[in-house]
């Protein structure tokens, strides 16, 4: 089992170019969610996603996109890239259930916006 | 709204002592509170969580936290520390009454344990 996987590892932009990160869990999980992580900020939710077909706004969602493409995918758009989203980006999962309330990370995608 | 303050950026502890990450929250109602560690250039790993039960909750590599209603808080602890403990820790709560399980985060602690 692989867990949470996201692709690319790094990545460098232009301002104004568009990217798409992709985020895939074979945990079996309903609920998966994009962070930012910047350094003395913490994490901070973009987006998340309860189930297939359904996906809400977190605390900073501006300038991003996401898709619930099907249970196991998740991807997060950048339409023009912005300097102020370099930033490590990383996908979580999470099953249902008080055992099972847990959230799992993928490895994360280090981006930089010139 | 659900908050979590870890009120030190950095925590020195020798190898072989007990060390301690704080970690204060504000919730309404009964917390879900967690702790995630971070090696560098790695994901969040989880480390251990508390729901209900026992306030004294163990978790991976010989780690407890101790939650303390009275005094809003959940620190982490291990009674010996070792180099390979260096990291980034984070403190979370869920967001509550949301049934979205989305966490809020703390700022997070690096620790650093010297030989």
């Known amino acids: 089992n692989a867990g949470v996987t996201q692709t690319p590892k790094f990545q460098v932009l232009k301002t104004g170019q568009s990217m798409t990160l992709q985020c895939a869990q074979d945990m079996n999980h309903n609920s998966m969610y994009w962070y930012r992580q910047d350094p003395g900020m913490g994490l901070r939710l973009i987006y998340y996603?309860?189930?297939?077909?359904?996906?809400d706004k977190g605390e900073v969602p501006n300038g991003y996109n996401v898709s619930r493409l099907n249970k196991r995918e998740f991807s997060l758009r950048l339409e023009s890239a912005a300097p102020s989203q370099t930033s490590v980006y990383f996908c979580a999962t999470k099953g249902t259930g008080l055992v099972t309330d847990t959230q799992y990370f993928g490895p994360g995608t280090r981006l930089t916006v010139l | 709204a659900q908050s979590v303050a870890q009120p030190e950026d950095q925590v020195n502890v020798a190898e072989g002592n007990p060390l301690t990450v704080k970690c204060t929250y504000s919730?309404?109602?009964?917390?879900?509170l967690f702790w995630y560690v971070q090696y560098p250039n790695r994901g969040l790993q989880f480390l251990l969580k508390?729901?209900?039960?026992?306030?004294l909750v163990k978790g991976s590599y010989g780690f407890e936290a101790e939650f303390n209603k009275s005094q809003t808080s959940f620190h982490l602890k291990k009674p010996s520390a070792l180099v390979s403990d260096s990291a980034l820790y984070f403190c979370?709560?869920?967001?509550?009454?949301?049934?979205?399980?989305?966490?809020?985060f703390g700022q997070g602690t690096t620790l650093q344990v010297k030989p």
């Open positions: 919730v309404s109602g009964n917390p879900y």
């Open positions: 508390y729901i209900t039960g026992d306030n």
């Open positions: 979370a709560v869920r967001d509550l009454p949301s049934n979205t399980g989305k966490l809020i």
């Open positions: 996603s309860a189930s297939e077909g359904t996906t």
